[in-house]
């Protein structure tokens, strides 16, 4: 043990003297309170404990957390402590932790058995389901009452917006774009090297940029720049009561703030998705002409009659269903979004996840079906 | 301006809940057209949730809230729409559209429900931030300008269509003594001059003392109102001992134990 003491006195009857001698400090180390507990175990007749401090030369919250342990424990082994003998300061300390103890209401239990874990993961589940459902009416009423021209829409806020999906977007979406097609291109090369059609690189890139990878590479891209912001943005305005604020205004805050936004991405995503499948036939076009040998005519003649119109819709349709995916997702997130910093946090990790899960989801049933009817 | 005995909102029987955990149960209360009346109580005790069900944000678990003769709660959406234009809010932080500036947050509803041409709703903004010492910063975005300037360009917003009732969120808080201060008069002078009427949401008790003329205490452990009136009169008269405490800081413990 470090520099405080701890002596034991029985001489009076029934009563345990504590005499506590030496510097108490934080800094120095506590002395566990379980060595006074095997001492009163071993002296079963104690009901009362006394102190001494007179030759304690200084202390901090080291004595207090000690002699709070101590009266917890006395507590339970119903024995009285008379602090007489304590510091003064300590005493009011130790009032004050009392003091408070009374108004502090006891915790519930909230662990749950584990079947009602499950079920409340499944009701869950439904809720969300719902919440989806729900949402996607809230965002019908206004889109009918935009298209008759009803619904109030603000130009400003939506170019706004129009720019911060788009042409803000144009340089992350170059660069992946760009390695997408060098990458598809070097994969094509090592195959097709094997065979010396190396040419056939060029129906390659240009057939998975058009008809899926821009697409979706677009669509993951925007999920994590543009929808998160979205739901982040939306989940910050719900924490600062701006939504609150828009509905005593009697302003529908789907119509103020999600269908702009939606808008905004469906718009955006395709057009997005056609500079990507440029850049990425521009990215393959690069490497095999300058890297793998190959005649740029040759490619560009082979890309023009491997890419067909059919390729082009297909991409187009993809990148029409991921603007509304990514765009619902994080604008859902956002809206329900908890009023706290953590809640913030959630939303717009929730929207990604979501989103990208639903792309690729998206993207397999777009697949199968145009599998099945042999586009 | 003088206090009428024509009723402006009057709560009946209102319990307040979130799932199955009850907040407040049997409300009763009428406030008069030109009362500053404050919803008063410890943190955590409901009272934001009682302004959110008189406000139309959540609706209460049972009870009615009346706007005149009319039933809010069981009004259909439009005749809710209809009631809230009829009151403005001021919440906590501002809540101002941080998108938007200064003038466009106030412009919103005027816009809205309003058939002023562009020049005029620019006219009457520019006025409505000058009574809340904001002259010349319609150009502002939220972002730029200090807490206080927020809450009085809430304010400046709460008041755009000259509400009936303007509902405050705890006007004070977060704000320093001189523009808290400087809050509460703005509210005394609005309220002469519009002849509005006011709801105070607070705990503050330099403000309750200085602008309310009638209140109620809402107490979390009974869960209901346990005195209402003049909050002088209250500090004066009251027997309650939660009462008393509160309103003498816990320097009087009242009569418990």
Known sequence: MPSEKINFDYSIPKTLQINLTGTWLMSSGIPAVSEISSQLSSRGDVTRIIFDTSKISKWDSGLVSFLFGLSKECQQKNIKIDRKGLPQGVCKLLDLTEKLAERIKPQENREEPFLQRIGGKVLQLKESVLSLLGFLGEIAVPLNSLIAGKAYFRLDDFTLILQRCGADALGLVSLISVLVGVILAFIGAIQLQIFGAQIYIADIVGIAMVRVMGAVMTGIIMSGRTGASFAAELGIMQTNEEIDALKTFGVNPVEFLVVPRILALVVMLPLLTLYADFMGILGGYVISTGVLGINPVEYLNHTQSAVKLSNLWIGLIHSFVFGIIIAISGCLRGMNCERSANGVGEATTSAVVTSITSIVIATAIITFVCQVLGV | ?257
């Open chain 2, 1 to 257: 301006m003088k206090q009428t005995s024509e009723v402006v909102v009057e709560v009946r029987n209102l319990d307040l809940s979130y799932d199955d955990y009850v907040v407040m149960r049997n409300l009763n209360f009428k406030i008069l057209k030109g009362d500053v009346f404050i919803i008063m109580g410890g943190s955590g005790c409901g009272k934001s949730t009682l302004l959110k069900s008189l406000i139309g944000l959540r609706a209460p678990a049972g009870g009615e809230v009346f706007y005149g003769e009319k039933n809010f709660w069981r009004e259909d959406e439009p005749g809710q729409k209809d009631l809230m234009r009829r009151f403005g809010v001021l919440y906590q932080g501002g809540a101002l559209w941080s998108s938007l500036t200064l003038g466009e947050n106030v412009a919103l509803s005027l816009e809205l429900y309003s058939n002023l041409s562009a020049s005029q709703i620019r006219d009457v903004v520019e006025l409505k931030l000058a009574l809340v010492g904001l002259s010349g910063y319609a150009q502002f975005y939220p972002s730029e300008i200090s807490g206080g300037m927020r809450k009085r360009a809430g304010l400046a917003r709460a008041i755009a269509l000259d509400p009936d009732i303007i509902f405050f969120d705890e006007p004070s808080a977060g704000l320093d003594p001189v523009n808290a201060r400087m809050l509460d008069d703005l509210i005394l002078q609005l309220r002469d001059t519009l002849g509005a009427t006011f709801v105070v949401v607070t705990h503050e008790l330099a403000s309750i003392f200085a602008i309310g003329n009638n209140s109620v205490f809402l107490d979390a452990n009974s869960k209901t109102i346990i005195a209402e009136g003049n909050p002088k009169d209250l500090l004066a008269n009251s027997k309650d001992p939660h009462v008393i405490e509160f309103l003498t800081r816990g320097q009087k413990q009242g009569v418990r134990q």
